[in-house]
């Protein structure tokens, strides 16, 4: 018989929300079964090979893909079409394709959302969160600042604990910025490919990426946001509370990549290289094992109004935008999200 598991997460702000879980985390040595929602993103396959694939020399313990349920975007061409490669390749890894998100939820423990479109992530949420299931949500979490707030605000609401993150945020050298390991960060800039989807916000689609970074380093706090752009590339300034300044670069047009530099009092650093899928499955498998979001609400949903705010800027000729502002837009109540 499953353990009732008394589970006490740590939101952010300090405020703690408690929930009991029929289900999810039985004990440390059983296996946490996991449901991917969504077959149209490479993310899935090379998610599942990491938990699943113990030949792999990358593997992850701790969790294993047992069910899949295929969902694309019509409208969106690349989504509709990998479903077909994606489904095939994940049922050759050991895993169940379902034809609902009911089902998959009565056969896991805990889901990752991995739809590539975000606008039909708070439907799909939904479902999950009425199930009390733990969730990864992978970029972006929805396909609007409204929809984010939403998913987040019924999370919480509900006991379920949820957090969603590019891999970037998990590079060695930002989370060593952020840890303070070159000294007190004074600035940061970063860049990373920023191809454009009609469907979503401009930097909700891969500019995430490179502001994913720039949150990694600078954390929480910016107030306004000025962006300039062209067909070939971003510029997003962010002025943040303290006076300290953080940049993003989005690239269309040039050699691609991924990347930045940390300004501090001591020193300036570059934030090296891209670390591949591998250390966000371990933040993943953790925070199915422990109930612990190692991103909060706040910095997500903060760092998807910085998104929103560049677009905004864009959309006025590149005056700069408040944060306060655009949340407040965006239905954010007061002091919601530890505030």
Request: proline share 6%.
């Amino acid at each position: 018989m499953p353990i009732r598991l008394l589970v006490t997460v740590a939101l952010i702000g300090g405020s703690l929300l408690t929930m009991t879980n029929p289900s999810f985390g039985q004990s440390d040595s059983q296996v946490i079964r996991v449901g991917v929602i969504g077959l149209d993103t490479s993310h899935a396959i090379a998610f599942t090979k990491l938990l699943n694939d113990e030949s792999n020399k990358d593997h992850v313990p701790g969790c294993k893909v047992v069910c899949a349920f295929p969902h694309g975007s019509p409208d969106i061409e690349s989504s509709v079409s990998r479903i077909p490669q994606y489904t095939e390749q994940i049922q050759e890894l050991g895993v169940e394709v379902v034809d609902s998100i009911e089902t998959l939820l009565s056969r896991v423990d805990a889901v990752l959302l991995e739809t590539n479109d975000g606008r039909p992530h708070l439907e799909q949420a939904r479902q999950v969160i009425a199930a009390k299931k733990p969730m990864f949500i992978d970029k972006p979490v929805a396909g609007s600042l409204k929809d984010a707030i939403l998913i987040y605000r019924e999370a919480e609401a509900a006991g379920v604990p949820v957090f969603s993150s590019s891999s970037l945020r998990f590079v060695p050298g930002a989370l060593a910025a952020r840890a303070g390991e070159y000294g007190e960060v004074t600035g940061c800039d970063t860049y990373s490919p920023a191809s454009l989807e009609p469907t979503h916000p401009d930097l909700f689609w891969y500019g995430i990426h490179g502001v994913e970074s720039l949150y990694t380093v600078m954390g929480p706090g910016c107030e306004t946001v000025t962006r300039t752009s062209t067909e070939y590339s971003d510029s997003v300034v962010g002025k943040w509370s303290d006076g300290r300044i953080g940049t993003f670069r989005g690239i269309r047009a040039s050699k691609l990549g991924y990347g930045g530099t940390v300004y501090t009092k001591k020193q300036i650093e570059e934030i090296g290289p891209y670390a591949g899928y591998a250390p966000l499955v371990v933040e993943i498998v953790k925070f199915f094992q422990g109930g612990k979001p190692p991103v909060s609400a706040r910095e997500t949903v903060e760092l998807y109004a910085f998104m929103e705010a560049a677009d905004e800027s864009k959309r006025q000729d590149g005056v700069p935008v408040s944060i306060a502002e655009t949340l407040e837009k965006a239905g954010l109540r007061d002091g919601e999200f530890g505030e």
